[in-house]
């Protein structure tokens, strides 16, 4: 059974860095053709696309959003930790890590993490 | 940002047929596959379409999934209660990125 849980403050200033880390199990990012995806959630908006990374350490980025955001691994650890600098109050929603089966176009996410809340204000 | 467009509602009586389209570009639908995924109120996303219109194992056939050109649609038949939800197309975009729709939130009158 795959599990993901995300992790990291609640609670972040305008201009600091966010750190995330998403904890899985039940999947190895050595394994080809697996990888991990970050999305987030603004309260009653839509889902939007952040970051994923493969097996192979090879790294995508959403265009929009591609200076501010690093994602990186620890296969020992079983863990995907996203960063994104320079926050802002625009950037107050739900991430959440998933889980990519196949790579690009053939790829999607399941299953998803339980999401974290993550505000940023003064 | 939302690349996919979506209509915002949709709605429909137990038992009736309700349809979601979603529309993009010949950068991500119209050259690449579809999915969907379902929010039930208060949980995360889950997988319900894969690769246009695959159902993974556990997703009732009442959900079907189809793409035509630069749209892409999901049906449901046979609507339930349960089925209240917000429902998300999404593909990958040769920017080499995937991109997500706007939802489209179901009620079941």
């Known amino acids: 059974q795959i599990t993901l849980k995300e992790s990291g403050p609640t609670l972040v200033k305008p201009t600091q860095t966010l750190t995330l880390t998403c904890t899985f199990s039940?999947?190895?990012?050595?394994?080809?053709?697996?990888?991990v995806g970050w999305i987030r959630q603004p309260p009653g908006k839509a889902l939007e696309w952040l970051a994923l990374i493969y097996w192979d350490d090879d790294k995508r980025y959403s265009p929009s959003l591609k200076s501010r955001l690093t994602i990186t691994k620890d296969t020992s650890k079983n863990q995907v930790v996203l960063t994104m600098t320079n926050m802002d109050p625009v950037d107050t929603a739900t991430y959440y890590c998933?889980?990519?089966?196949?790579?690009?176009?053939?790829?999607?996410?399941?299953?998803w993490g339980q999401g974290t809340l993550v505000t940023v204000s003064s | 940002q939302s690349v996919l467009t979506q209509p915002p509602s949709a709605s429909g009586t137990p038992g009736q047929r309700v349809t979601i389209s979603c529309s993009g570009s010949?950068?991500?639908?119209?050259?690449?596959?579809v999915y969907w995924y379902q929010q039930l109120p208060g949980t995360a996303p889950k997988l319900l379409i894969y690769?246009?219109?695959q159902r993974p194992s556990g997703v009732p056939d009442r959900f079907s999934g189809s793409k035509s050109g630069t749209s892409a649609s999901l049906a449901i038949s046979g609507l339930r209660s349960e089925d209240e939800a917000d429902y998300y197309c999404a593909a990958w975009d040769d920017s080499l990125s995937d991109v997500f729709g706007t939802g489209t939130k179901v009620t079941v009158l």
């Open positions: 998933a889980h990519r089966i196949s790579r690009a176009a053939a790829g999607w996410f399941d299953p």
């Open positions: 690769r246009n219109n």
């Open positions: 010949s950068s991500n639908i119209g050259s690449n596959y």
């Open positions: 039940g999947f190895s990012l050595s394994t080809s053709g697996v990888g």
